[in-house]
């Protein structure tokens, strides 16, 4: 089993930056993909980005790219996402989650692990 926590959410205005933080724990986190995910009020949760095990293999979805940065320390058994230039939009509950094995899956029924999830607000 795995244990994801996430924290760095908060309150911020547009064009300010926040890093989020997801802390892993209880079984190996070695060959797991990662991803981060947000939901904000009535709509589907969607992938922002995810990283596969070695963090050599990223995926960002269209409206993130350039701003966000996805990467991983597995030393210290951490994910982050760093969003920068943050617009109205990105308000949402971010969420990280894992799955196993390697692949990077954009998919929300694709991973096991979720965290509890970190309110974002972007106030314009």
């Known amino acids: 089993q795995v244990q994801l926590v996430e924290s760095g959410g908060g309150l911020v205005q547009a064009g300010g930056s926040l890093r989020l933080s997801c802390a892993v724990s209880?079984?190996?986190?070695?060959?797991?993909?990662m991803g981060w995910f947000r939901q904000a009020p009535g709509k589907e949760r969607e992938v922002v980005a995810a990283?596969?095990?070695?963090?050599?293999?990223?995926y960002y979805t269209a409206s993130v790219k350039g701003r966000f940065t996805i990467s991983r320390d597995n030393a210290q058994n951490t994910v982050y996402l760093q969003m920068n230039s943050l617009k109205p939009e990105d308000t949402a509950v971010y969420y990280c989650?894992?799955?196993?094995?390697?692949?990077?899956?954009?998919?929300?029924?694709?991973?096991?692990?979720w965290g509890q999830g970190t309110q974002v607000t972007v106030s314009s």
């Open positions: 209880g079984d190996t986190f070695r060959r797991y993909a």
């Open positions: 989650a894992a799955r196993s094995g390697r692949a990077v899956l954009v998919t929300p029924k694709r991973y096991d692990y």
């Open positions: 990283i596969n095990w070695s963090g050599e293999d990223t």
